[in-house]
């Protein structure tokens, strides 16, 4: 015998669960089907374990897709500030980390459980530890074959996320689902992921790992202004988790390693004031003694400010400012926080999304080819993707 269901979720994760919720409080049916031992995995392990649950301003240039519209629907009607009026309701504290960027002050178990309890609250069915064998569409409904039940449904909502690390459950199991039903899938790369540089330039910055700089990071015309870290592998922190959604593999990122200055009026004014002091003194008012030392290195120069030529100012200049550096590749899945491409958003509704090739069938979240810069955006993408399916489903 099948269980008959109105709604089926996949995914019971941050899109997923608020979908639930927001069908559920239209009195669906909903089933919640996960093959995870436990729900929000991707919630409880982000922003640090304090969930960086949303940002203050909300914009569609901090979404990166093909369809570059696509977002502006579902963001505009569940913004921000409902969910944060939703948090703040259920005594949940939280705080401003910079740049709009809100974390859960004590756990990120505090956005998990808000979802969950109110999940519970109104009757959602949450079936984990379930794996789908088969979808399938036949006489006005869904099958849904799992190694423990048969499933029927009306409507079928996709929220299994992308392919970012795969130790929390991530799979390709969306975009076959998109497949089967014919839709296009945008190719996928990891995003918000750590750097990583070939051994030649790791030998030459064994002393750096560990090291972090405020810098200025660009590629393509597109630049982020945060922290990065060196590691052992390569290049990590904010700025390098942002820019990496914009780089490919063969392009050069340029570093400014003092962004707050005006390198050419700073450098001459320690020359006039400073004159015997020398370079890497005056580096390390500004960087740390390892990174200090390294651009010295760099520039072959580490003697008294005085004995400096045009030429060497500029070179000294450009090291600073315009470090050309060429990544080799992504770190990849196991540690980028969302993935880059996914289903073709051409064929889905923005306003209900509703795939344009089957009816009764919704993509959410991670799957489709939306995908935020770092600090809340992705998550706000799951609230309203989610709020908006689940308006309708």
Same mark, same amino acid.
């Given at each position: 015998m099948k269980q008959r269901c109105e709604v089926i979720i996949l995914g019971a994760g941050a899109a997923g669960m608020m979908c639930a919720v927001t069908a559920a409080a239209r009195g669906r049916k909903v089933t919640l089907i996960d093959h995870a031992n436990k729900v929000g995995k991707k919630i409880l392990m982000s922003g640090g374990g304090r969930c960086n649950f949303t940002?203050?301003?909300?914009?569609?240039e901090n979404y990166l897709s093909i369809n570059s519209h696509f977002c502006i629907s579902a963001l505009s009607r569940y913004n921000q500030w409902q969910f944060i009026e939703w948090v703040e309701s259920a005594?949940?504290?939280?705080?401003?980390?910079?740049?709009?960027?809100?974390?859960?002050r004590h756990s990120s178990k505090d956005i998990r459980d808000l979802l969950v309890n109110q999940c519970r609250k109104l009757g959602v069915q949450i079936k984990l530890k379930t794996h789908v064998e088969a979808v399938e569409f036949d006489h006005n409904m869904f099958s849904i074959?799992?190694?423990?039940?048969?499933?029927?449904?009306d409507s079928l909502v996709i929220a299994t996320g992308g392919?970012?690390?795969?130790?929390?459950g991530a799979s390709g199991f969306g975009y076959d689902v998109a497949i089967q039903f014919k839709h296009k899938i945008v190719p996928c790369v990891p995003a918000l992921s750590p750097l990583l540089m070939d051994q030649k330039w790791l030998h030459k910055t064994a002393k750096l790992p560990g090291n972090s700089v405020? /810098?200025? #990071? +660009?590629?393509?015309?597109q630049s982020f202004e945060d922290s990065i870290l060196f590691t052992h592998k390569g290049l990590s922190g904010p700025a390098i988790l942002q820019i990496s959604s914009y780089w490919q593999p063969g392009k050069a990122l340029y570093l400014d390693l003092v962004p707050q200055?005006?390198?050419?009026?700073w450098l001459e004014i320690n020359i006039k004031a400073r004159p015997e002091i020398q370079l890497t003194t005056l580096l390390k008012t500004q960087l740390s003694q390892a990174v200090a030392d390294y651009l010295a290195d760099l520039i072959g120069f580490n003697a008294k400010l005085k004995q400096m030529d045009h030429a060497l100012r500029d070179k000294v200049i450009k090291q600073?400012?315009?470090?050309?550096?060429y990544p080799i590749d992504y770190e990849g899945y196991r540690v /980028?926080? #969302? +993935?880059?491409?996914?289903?073709?958003?051409d064929e889905i509704s923005s306003k209900t999304f509703e795939s344009q090739r089957q009816q009764g069938l919704y993509f959410i979240g991670e799957v489709l080819d939306v995908t935020g810069h770092l600090g809340g955006y992705n998550f706000q993408w799951a609230w309203a993707s989610g709020h908006a399916a689940g308006s309708v489903v």
């Open positions: 940002n203050y301003s909300i914009e569609p005594g949940i504290e939280y705080y401003d980390k910079g740049q709009g960027q809100l974390f859960c074959t799992t190694s423990l039940t048969k499933y029927q449904c392919l970012s690390i795969p130790t929390m405020m /810098a200025k #990071v +660009t590629c393509d015309n200055l005006d390198a050419l009026e600073l400012t315009q470090w050309q550096i /980028a926080e #969302v +993935t880059k491409g996914g289903i073709d958003t």
